[in-house]
């Protein structure tokens, strides 16, 4: 059976730039093995699984080449992008496993999404120099909190530059490594890559879940209630991102759609 998967850009700046994922609607449920095996052929970071369940609701699902995940905010960003492309919808709430999520898009096609912010925990001496061993380069800060480290690093041009090695971050026990610095060079308020080998990306283009752990660990160490983040990845993307107050984090983007996936 031939399928026609939608590819969207989220959080892009330009042609190929931000971070891809797959769009794919469907009028029943599927079986979890059948969504597994559209999103390993349509060969994207993320594939996001849409059903209609009213006018501007509708069940989300995430997968991986390998895994379904629980919560992906550039494939939200994504299928509210092709949502809004394709049936004009301006106001969506999505149902998914990790709860609800409402998104709006303009007319412009910017979306606007709020997420739950994860908060982090300091590490131990042990595992800070655990982990300096296995990034070979000196760690100013270890947190961690929802299966990810989040580690800052003495500069923001270290982050930038930094060539990681995957064999070895893919020994460590968690979903992903962040690495983060404020900016004093780039022309952002906060600079991160992010790393997760084991869930099959090796490095994520750009990642909302990772900006749900840095938003809270930047306001508490800079008090800053306003982001203008960089994911300094090879197709990179800017985030504008604030804190609410009722512990939530706010996502603004961009994006584009590209080209139709016929798999199958």
């Not at 809004?84 to 969506?92: K, P, S, T, V």
């Not at 800070?128 to 500069?155: A, H, Q, T, W």
């Not at 979903?175 to 022309?187: N, V």
């Not at 099959?200 to 809270?216: F, N, R, T, Y």
Request: glycine fraction near 6%; proline fraction near 5%; charged fraction near 25%.
């Amino acid at each position: 059976m031939r399928r026609v998967v939608y590819r969207v850009d989220a959080f892009a700046g330009g042609k190929h730039k931000g971070n891809p994922a797959g769009v794919y609607l469907t009028e029943k449920e599927l079986p979890r093995k059948e969504l597994q095996t559209i999103a390993f052929e349509t060969a994207l970071p993320v594939t996001s699984f849409l059903r209609k369940l009213s006018d501007n609701t509708f069940e989300i699902r995430w997968f991986t080449m390998n895994c379904e995940v629980h919560l992906c905010g550039h494939g939200t960003v994504a299928a509210s992008y092709w949502l809004h492309a394709e049936f004009g919808i301006g106001e969506l709430q999505f149902q998914s496993k990790s709860g609800p999520l409402t998104s709006k898009v303009t007319p412009e096609g910017k979306v606007t999404m709020d997420f739950p912010a994860q908060h982090t925990h300091p590490c131990d001496e042990p595992t800070r120099k655990s982990l300096e061993e296995v990034l070979k380069v000196p760690i100013r800060n270890c947190f961690f909190g929802y299966e990810d480290y989040l580690v800052e690093l003495e500069s923001s041009e270290t982050v930038v530059n930094y060539t990681p090695n995957f064999a070895e971050i893919e020994k460590v026990a968690c979903r992903g490594i962040i690495i983060t610095a404020w900016d004093e060079h780039y022309g952002f308020d906060c600079v991160s890559r992010f790393f997760c080998p084991r869930v099959g990306i090796m490095e994520d283009q750009v990642c909302v879940s990772a900006h749900c752990k840095l938003v809270p660990y930047w306001k508490d160490k800079k008090n800053a209630t306003y982001l203008h983040a960089w994911q300094a990845s090879k197709n990179s993307g800017e985030l504008y991102l604030n804190a609410l107050k009722n512990d939530r984090v706010r996502i603004q983007a961009s994006a584009q759609r590209m080209n139709s996936v016929t798999i199958g």
